[in-house]
């Protein structure tokens, strides 16, 4: 006996019954398969709903999905994602972003990273509510959970006076629910590891109703139920307690810093941008940088930069980690088992994240200011052993000689001329350097050189990217050099060497001594 009916015509892939493993193993996703898959590309928001109401009139159903948040005029819309079907295969894709009334919420921007950039230049929902719903008026939705996504629609069509939906549904959520009568959970992230579609959920609407359409698909292959053993179920129930306290993580999150602002008050980084507030990290070494914290004080958000090197003390000396620098000042790097579990979140050549001063009672207590580094959400711990790398061995220190003060002065005057400006980085030194070479400079350079003399000596820092050689001052991206033909002294760490600042014609240029091409 059929638990549902499938309003497609014939069901589709096999009859007999099947173990968990055998539904796992299930083709792919018809997203992917399918001749007919619709192929994503930009056009404009007008464009792209007129195109979608001209496909609706060929579907016969549309797998749905939106994204909300709650605000002072209730349950508002900020994004739709719609797969139009035929005969149970997709034939257009639809996806809008909504400007929202009022402010977005900061649970919006941590639970699915929709931001104020996102829906800045968007459309309001006045702008495509009403046709989104006249084009869908005569087709079957399919949805998890539908009947939510439904009636935020539906509010939002009370607020134009225009019709509801009223359509016949298939909910993969009742579904799921028959087919797996004792999970303990039937979340759309649950079902789909039940089915073996996937193992996340990504809470952007095209993306989770492509998720449920393949859930749908799996689910009509499915001839009768399948209870899940006392382990199964044990492991299910675990992933809902997680998941549950993930989002309890987000939304006590969200409540903290209701009313607060996150905009960042310092000068942002140039460099490729990781806009996070999933997970906050402590920084090791920040309490010897309280006076520039301080002088952000509590709550403040902050733009930092964020590089891979390695520990410099301690008991996991030479492990690698993440260096944070806030105004080109090197502030610290994020501890070992941190970074097991947040390895390959920034690229190589860095990236430019938010950073937070919480404002904490214990703080207050110790008038002491810490930083937080917002990162992705931790994924499952990875040993970095094998990529501990040691520094070579200091050179023994130069005791100064005893001499007269007219000695001294002229000694402190030639160390100034012909020494450096800062202090040597501890890393592994670029050799052997035999040409000169002039970089290519950033934008700003002068400003950031500007209390700098001419031939004033530095140490930089110099690392290979796919494209160029970056060159760092005090962790601040200050210009780049061509590629050379020879990359094997270079490696894939950041290395050490010479610069020298060369003032000419009003202008500032830095050479940087490099091994020979």
């Known amino acids: 006996m059929r638990l549902f009916s ?4 014939s069901r589709k892939g096999r009859h007999a019954s099947q173990s968990q493993d055998e539904v796992r193993q299930v083709v792919p996703l018809p997203l992917s398969d399918h001749p007919d898959n619709p192929v994503s590309r930009s056009v404009s928001a007008p464009t792209a709903l007129v195109e979608f109401r001209t496909a609706a009139i060929a579907a ?7 994204e909300t948040i709650s605000s002072e005029i209730g349950t508002q819309v900020v994004e739709i994602g719609a797969i139009l079907l035929r005969n149970g295969f997709p034939i257009h894709e639809y996806e809008q972003l909504i400007t929202p009334v009022g402010d977005l919420p900061v649970s919006a921007k941590l639970f699915s990273k929709i931001t104020e950039a996102d829906t800045a230049e968007q459309p309001e929902a006045a702008q495509v509510i009403p046709v989104f719903i006249e084009s869908m008026m005569s087709l ?11 009636a935020a629609i539906n ?38 590891k039940l089915l073996g579609v996937a193992d996340e959920e990504a809470h952007r609407a095209l993306q989770d109703a492509r998720q449920t359409l393949a859930c749908w698909h799996r689910l009509r292959t499915m001839d009768r139920p399948r209870f899940l053993s006392t382990e199964e179920q044990r492991k299910s129930a675990q992933r809902a307690i997680t998941e549950r306290r993930r989002k309890d993580k987000i939304f006590a999150k969200s409540a903290y810093l209701k009313g607060l602002s996150t905009t960042p008050i310092n000068v942002q980084p140039k460099g490729h941008i990781i806009e996070s507030m999933d997970c906050g990290v402590e920084i090791s070494g ?33 492990y690698p980690t993440y260096w944070v620098y806030l105004d080109g000042e090197e502030i610290g790097h994020i501890s070992k088992y941190q970074m097991e579990r947040h390895c390959g979140q920034v690229p190589a050549d860095g990236a430019v994240m938010l950073a937070h001063i919480p404002d904490r009672a214990k703080d207050r207590d110790q008038n002491q200011w810490q930083l937080r580094l917002q990162m992705p959400d931790e994924h499952a711990p990875v040993d970095l052993s094998s990529q501990v790398v040691l520094p070579s061995k200091p050179e023994p220190e130069i005791k100064p000689i005893r001499s007269s003060q007219t000695q001294k002065e002229s000694m402190r005057r030639s160390e100034t001329r012909g020494g ?16 000169v070479v002039s970089i290519v400079p950033t934008q700003g350079i002068d400003i950031l050189l500007s209390d700098l003399d001419d031939n004033t000596r530095m140490w930089v820092t110099v690392r290979p990217t796919s494209q160029y050689l970056a060159v760092r001052f005090t962790g601040t991206l200050i210009g780049t050099v061509p590629l050379p033909d020879n990359l094997d002294p270079f490696g894939n760490e950041a290395k050490v060497t010479a610069a020298t600042i060369r003032r000419i014609s009003g202008e500032t240029h830095v050479e940087i001594e490099l091994p020979k091409d």
């Open 6 to 9: 499938w309003p497609f015509g």
């Open 60 to 66: 016969d159903a549309v797998v749905l999905d939106t």
């Open 140 to 150: 079957t939705i399919i949805g998890h959970n539908i009947s939510y996504d439904i």
């Open 155 to 192: 509010r939002e069509a009370d607020r134009m006076g225009c019709p509801h939906l009223a359509n016949n549904v298939i909910d993969t959520q009742r579904l799921g629910s028959d087919m797996f009568p004792n999970a303990p959970s039937m979340s759309l992230l649950e079902l789909s």
């Open 286 to 318: 920040d309490e010897h940088h309280q006076d520039i914290l301080r002088s952000y004080g509590y709550d403040a958000w902050l733009w930092v930069y964020v590089t891979e090197d390695r520990i410099r003390s301690g008991k996991y000396l030479g």
């Open 420 to 435: 450096f400006v800062n202090a040597k980085p501890h890393k592994i030194v670029l050799s052997p350097t035999e040409r």
